[in-house]
């Protein structure tokens, strides 16, 4: 009996090396590798108004909606733009120690975020904000930091700092589930798109981005694609993500000359280029199918 499992835990081994030697990897002229053109990038918006540290992300129908964090003066807001990126409103979200806010998510008439102590493993508020008038609606606190929240039907997720844990809540804010992420990728912002769970984020090590589909039972990647950075140099899933009308926004970074840009990617031709994620391994958030998007510019 022993020898078997001896045997078998060696052809596991074996099969693992095999698949990792077999593991492309992405260079900026292989197959592997798509250029932000070939995705048909088709605009970039330039919000007009002051922000700081921009964190989250997310659009309607009539609004575009940012969370940034005043590191220095240690104040939270979210700010609300036209859809041609005009400043309209800014609510502070401060509430004592927590003024970290993250990843966003609307539902109907109400805006999710969630803001924390700028620190892992503190504390944090979920707050439901009338997406109008920005005014709290409801909230609840939650024994870790928040960093990015979405919702289905009936649930609300919230991934924690570097999204190490996932947590369920039901909409009255009761724990419901807890799970460790199967593949340690610093997740951002998360969004439901009908059954899709689409999150986008920071891989280990730190110069790669993924934009993944999500199994929503088990929060393993089915479809991953991996993303190089910016012109500017920075990881293109860094910070904000929204999805709207076949559209994915990413909002990479604090902007340059008084603007923040947001770039607009074509969704269904984002999932056409991922391929199925396989885990190699959990540490490094590897899949064994890899197709990577730079920047050409």
Known sequence: MQRLSW?????RLLTAMLLVAATPTPDRNGENTISVEQLGRYET?????????????????????????????HRGFVHKFTLTGNLVAVAD???????????????????????AEYR??????????????????SSFAVADHIGAVTLNASRIYGANWDAERIYIFDRDGRLMAKRLNPMHVAYQDLKFVGDDLIASGIMPDRQTGAID?????????????EVGKTGSGQVWTREGMA???????????D???????????????????????????????????????????
């Open 93 to 115: 979200l401060t509430d004592g120690p927590r003024y970290h806010p993250g990843g966003i998510s609307l539902q109907g008439n109400s805006l999710w975020v969630p803001v």
């Open 7 to 11: 045997l078998a835990a060696t052809v």
């Open 45 to 73: 918006l330039k919000l007009s108004g002051r922000v700081f540290h921009v964190q989250g992300l997310d659009i309607d129908a009539n609004s575009i909606y940012v969370t940034s964090v005043d590191e220095r003066a």
């Open 120 to 137: 892992s493993h503190s504390t944090s508020r979920i707050i439901q904000l009338n997406a109008v008038t920005l005014n709290p609606v």
């Open 213 to 225: 589909w999500l199994d929503n039972q088990s929060l393993s990647p089915r479809l991953r694609l």
């Open 255 to 297: 902007g340059r000359d008084g603007a923040v840009e947001v770039y607009i990617f074509n969704l269904s031709a984002l999932k056409a280029a991922a391929a199925p994620c396989i885990p190699i391994g959990e540490r490094d958030g590897r899949c064994i199918s890899r197709r990577q998007v730079v920047a050409s510019r």
């Open 243 to 253: 999805i709207k009308d076949d559209k994915l926004y990413l909002l990479p970074d």
